[in-house]
Nanobody, 117 residues
Framework: QVQLVESGGGLVQAGGSLRLSCAAS????????MGWYRQLPGKQRELVAT???????NYAASVKGRFTISRDNARSTVYLQMNSLKPEDTAVYLC???????????WGQGTQVTVSS
């Protein structure tokens, strides 16, 4: 099965940047859409960005123009470049494989992003 490991989170000031990585096992990575999500305790997980096997991207309105999703199929890794960070971006960020619009792989632990005022 595919396993997902997120990394790259940390504590930054508002206006700062972080680059998150999601490493996926298995050789099916290159043929699937990948998504980045974020979640706060007691709140529903939110889809932040997606990238198809062909490289087409979509973003939540709240991050459009600030975040960029990309993938390196040779390394089975998807990235999320986050610029102009805001305190409301604070969350645990997770990735997953998407099939027919749903996350289908067991969730990893995620990586914490904290943006201070």
């Amino acid at each position: 099965q595919v396993q997902l490991v997120e990394s790259g989170g940390g504590l930054v000031q508002a206006g700062g940047s972080l680059r998150l990585s999601c490493a996926a096992s298995g050789n099916i990575f290159s043929i699937n859409t990948m998504g980045w999500y974020r979640q706060l305790p007691g709140k529903q997980r939110e889809l932040v960005a997606t990238i198809t096997s062909g490289g087409n991207t979509n973003y939540a309105a709240s991050v459009k123009g600030r975040f960029t999703i990309s993938r390196d199929n040779a390394r089975s890794t998807v990235y999320l470049q986050m610029n102009s960070l805001k305190p409301e971006d604070t969350a645990v960020y997770l990735c997953n494989v998407r099939w027919n619009g749903i996350a289908v792989t067991t969730w990893g632990q995620g990586t914490q992003v904290t943006v201070s005022s």
